[in-house]
């Protein structure tokens, strides 16, 4: 014999700021600060993936792809095949 559980609504257990807005959860946020200081941080000499970078980040991959054209104009990462960067020499 299974015991059904109750159902929850979809929106129950998020939580509310001032003023009653809900707040995004923290998986579904991006984090503070600088998004090219962030993914800089994660760099490192040898190739890092850029889905890795994503994913580690917490940011979005639209943002992590917009810091590394400007670290990459700016001379500072090298692009590699199959997705990676890496520090520039």
Known sequence: MTVAAAP??????????KGG???AP??????SGDPADIVMALIGH???SVDD??????LSASSVQAALLDMELAGVI???AG???????
């Open 8 to 17: 929850m609504p979809l929106f129950a257990a998020a939580q509310t700021a």
């Open 21 to 23: 807005q809900a707040i």
């Open 26 to 31: 923290a998986a579904h946020r991006e984090p």
């Open 46 to 48: 040898g190739p890092t």
């Open 53 to 58: 970078l994503v994913r580690e980040s917490g």
């Open 78 to 80: 090298e692009r590699g």
């Open 83 to 89: 997705g990676v960067v890496s520090l520039a020499n």
